[in-house]
């Protein structure tokens, strides 16, 4: 009886979208597949650098690994499978080098299928996945950085080097060609969705991207859903430095607009010590929580302990991200807070 009413709560969970890209969003979406068959994940195609930008320049394809990332993660396939999927050429492949199989795989798809979402929907199915992966769109874009001194910079793998260079913020980062059509399917699962959730992940070129496609920002601000944007842990070098919670929350705000959040999730755990050391060598450090600010412009700060206490990185934990995000809409979906 307790295995039936277990599958039956994941089946009749509630319909949860993750918008992101990059290693925090598949790292979420590990945890979260446990919680609801009804997960939705909606990824950026702004990334031109490694193995995905090789193939984008080669076959004109959007990149493909940061949905592969996350069909990785929502997978139900046998081992040699997860092995094949995550398998990279090694050093003197050739033209194959670093290349990852799972990306290949893909872009063959991708040649077969009249467009890239199909081409995702098609892996997707081969890979039994719990839930749905969605590009944003499927329009070729790039992304274009300006800092506060004005300049510019063009190409989500330029951004990181371009900022230490100019040695100032990012001031706003927008899409060529700007406001692409958002893929139909993800308007509608956001419009559709009881949770929302943005993050984590690089807050300039993994999170914001996905709002600057047309109909994404506008669909998140007027859905019925609990809105949740999850804080990275630390700040990020080349991109987030000496930036606070509340800095994050604002530059989401002014690429979207007013009502895009209700609650901003921070992490309470303290980072371990070695940790904190090695990544102030690449000014990084983890992220301050200015609650008093945060919830100045409207949003919820609410702390956790987020951090996992294995990792070697200072990353979120699975298993405690999950569960925190799960106890959030439960909570407010009892008292119909949202």
Same mark, same amino acid.
């Given at each position: 009886?307790?295995?039936?009413?277990?599958?039956?709560?994941?089946?009749?969970?509630?319909?949860?979208?993750?918008?992101?890209?990059?290693?925090?969003?598949?790292?979420?979406?590990?945890?979260?597949?446990?919680?609801?068959?009804?997960?939705?994940?909606?990824?950026?195609?702004?990334?031109?650098?490694?193995?995905?930008?090789?193939?984008?320049?080669?076959?004109?394809?959007?990149?493909?690994?940061?949905?592969?990332?996350?069909?990785?993660?929502?997978?139900?396939?046998?081992?040699?499978?997860?092995?094949? @999927? !995550?398998?990279?050429?090694?050093?003197?492949?050739?033209?194959? !080098?670093?290349?990852?199989?799972?990306?290949?795989?893909?872009?063959?798809?991708?040649?077969?299928?009249?467009?890239?979402?199909?081409?995702?929907?098609?892996?997707?199915?081969?890979?039994?996945?719990?839930?749905?992966?969605?590009?944003?769109?499927?329009?070729?874009?790039?992304?274009?950085? !300006?800092?506060?001194?004005?300049?510019?910079?063009?190409?989500?793998?330029?951004?990181?080097?371009?900022?230490?260079?100019? $040695?100032?913020?990012?001031?706003?980062?927008?899409?060529?060609?700007?406001?692409? /059509?958002?893929?139909?399917?993800?308007?509608?699962?956001?419009?559709?969705? $009881?949770?929302?959730?943005?993050?984590?992940?690089?807050?300039?070129?993994?999170?914001?991207?996905?709002? @600057?496609?047309?109909?994404?920002?506008?669909?998140?601000?007027?859905?019925?859903?609990?809105?949740?944007?999850?804080?990275?842990?630390?700040?990020?070098?080349?991109?987030?430095?000496?930036?606070?919670?509340?800095?994050?929350?604002?530059?989401? @705000?002014?690429?979207?607009?007013?009502?895009?959040? $209700?609650?901003?999730?921070?992490?309470?755990?303290?980072?371990?010590?070695?940790?904190?050391?090695?990544?102030?060598?690449?000014?990084?450090?983890?992220?301050?929580?200015?609650?008093?600010?945060?919830?100045?412009?409207?949003?919820?700060?609410?702390?956790?302990?987020?951090?996992?206490?294995?990792?070697?990185?200072?990353?979120?934990?699975?298993? /405690?991200?999950?569960?925190?995000?799960?106890?959030?809409?439960?909570? /407010?979906?009892? !008292?119909?807070?949202?």
């Amino acid at each position: 009886m307790k295995a039936w009413d277990e599958t039956s709560r994941w089946e009749q969970g509630p319909a949860v979208v993750a918008i992101g890209g990059g290693t925090g969003l598949s790292t979420m979406l590990r945890g979260l597949k446990s919680c609801t068959r009804n997960l939705t994940a909606i990824v950026t195609v702004a990334d031109d650098g490694g193995g995905s930008g090789k193939l984008r320049e080669d076959l004109g394809m959007p990149p493909p690994g940061d949905i592969r990332h996350c069909m990785e993660a929502l997978a139900n396939v046998e081992p040699v499978m997860e092995q094949l @999927l !995550t398998y990279r050429f090694p050093a003197g492949s050739g033209n194959l !080098t670093g290349q990852s199989f799972g990306n290949l795989i893909l872009a063959a798809l991708n040649g077969i299928s009249d467009s890239f979402d199909q081409a995702v929907a098609r892996m997707s199915q081969v890979l039994a996945i719990s839930g749905r992966v969605l590009p944003v769109t499927n329009a070729n874009v790039e992304l274009e950085a !300006t800092f506060e001194n004005g300049a510019r910079v063009v190409g989500e793998s330029k951004i990181c080097a371009f900022k230490k260079q100019q $040695d100032c913020r990012i001031k706003s980062v927008r899409l060529l060609p700007e406001r692409p /059509r958002a893929l139909p399917e993800a308007v509608q699962a956001i419009q559709g969705a $009881d949770l929302i959730l943005l993050g984590p992940g690089s807050l300039y070129t993994s999170v914001i991207p996905n709002l @600057l496609v047309a109909g994404i920002s506008d669909a998140v601000r007027t859905a019925k859903a609990l809105k949740i944007y999850i804080c990275n842990i630390m700040t990020q070098d080349g991109e987030t430095e000496d930036m606070t919670a509340s800095d994050h929350v604002r530059a989401l @705000l002014d690429h979207s607009g007013p009502g895009l959040l $209700d609650v901003c999730l921070c992490n309470s755990a303290p980072v371990r010590a070695p940790l904190v050391e090695r990544y102030r060598e690449e000014d990084a450090v983890p992220i301050r929580v200015d609650r008093e600010r945060i919830e100045a412009m409207g949003v919820e700060a609410v702390t956790r302990p987020l951090a996992s206490e294995t990792s070697d990185y200072a990353r979120h934990s699975v298993v /405690r991200l999950a569960q925190a995000v799960m106890e959030l809409y439960s909570e /407010r979906a009892d !008292t119909k807070i949202f």
